[in-house]
């Protein structure tokens, strides 16, 4: 059974910073990201890695401030999320996702977190 367990979101000021967690058990390999969605609007991917190059991808809008990673260590498989730079605009409720269909394209599958806020004031 695939279960992810996120943490870290929480409220900051622009030009702070988070890093978001995930812990996947039951699932290694393949396709994983990070996804949102924020008020009014669709979920959209914000960056995905493949678990074994560690290959990354990254919506436009967070290049050059996010940083995807993923580990193994102390019997523990985690995902993060570093987030620099937050602006007002990156508000949303943050979903970790494994076993995605595409990396490149950002598109989801079947195993999702239960979802963690993120809020960002100016």
């Known amino acids: 059974q695939v279960q992810l367990a996120e943490s870290g979101g929480g409220s900051v000021q622009a030009g702070g910073s988070l890093r978001l967690s995930c812990v996947v058990s039951?699932?290694?390999?393949?396709?994983w990201g990070w996804f949102r969605q924020a008020p009014g609007k669709e979920r959209e991917g914000v960056a995905t890695i493949f678990w074994d190059s560690g290959n990354a991808y990254y919506t436009d809008s967070v290049k050059g401030r996010f940083v995807i990673s993923r580990d193994h260590a102390n019997r523990k498989t985690t995902m993060y999320l570093q987030m620099d730079s937050l602006s007002p605009e990156d508000t949303a409720v943050y979903y970790c996702?494994?076993?995605?269909?595409?990396?490149?394209?950002?598109?989801?599958?079947?195993?999702w977190g239960q979802g963690t806020q993120v809020t960002v004031s100016s």
């Open positions: 996702a494994v076993d995605l269909k595409s990396c490149p394209r950002m598109i989801g599958g079947l195993h």
């Open positions: 039951g699932l290694t390999g393949g396709c």
